[in-house]
């Protein structure tokens, strides 16, 4: 870069120009703050890897994790199975009579959300275990875990 010479025409003093900043050189001592901080953020690297590889392990688990929720006493019942997909529907015979669709709309949607409150609660355990002490902490930038 070169020097340049300020707008109002006024020369800087040779000494201004030749004067260097000081730093302390880093040394090889394990006293150093520098080499300190250096270990610091490659254990935090190593466990934010450690962590991910947690929650991809929960996430793997979540996606075999099933539950069934049921309404009407047990008269329907789903299965739901990872992120919520249905795997089974149960209806008992005796909802099957003409006149009773609005009920049994009624207990599919009750039964579908007892299944979801259930999965979720499997899934939000999973992924609290995954998290470890981060679980709940609200980060700025981040998901929330939990």
């Not at 299944?115 to 700025?140: Q, S």
């Amino acid at each position: 870069m070169p020097n340049r010479e300020p707008e109002s025409g006024v020369k800087a003093p040779p000494a201004a120009k030749s004067a260097r900043l000081s730093v302390p050189a880093l040394s090889s001592t394990a006293g150093s703050p520098y080499l300190g901080g250096m270990k610091d953020l490659n254990s935090l690297m190593q466990q934010a890897q450690a962590m991910q590889q947690r929650l991809q392990d929960a996430q793997a688990k979540m996606a075999g994790t099933a539950a069934e929720g049921s309404s009407g006493g047990g008269l329907v019942r789903i299965g739901l199975k990872g992120p919520g997909d249905i795997t089974a529907i149960h209806i008992d015979s005796s909802l099957m009579v003409p006149g009773e669709a609005d009920l049994l709309a009624d207990l599919i949607q009750a039964a579908h959300a007892d299944a979801k409150r259930r999965l979720d609660e499997v899934n939000g355990a999973l992924m609290r275990e995954a998290a470890g002490p981060m679980a709940g902490m609200n980060i700025p930038g981040m998901p929330k875990l939990f």
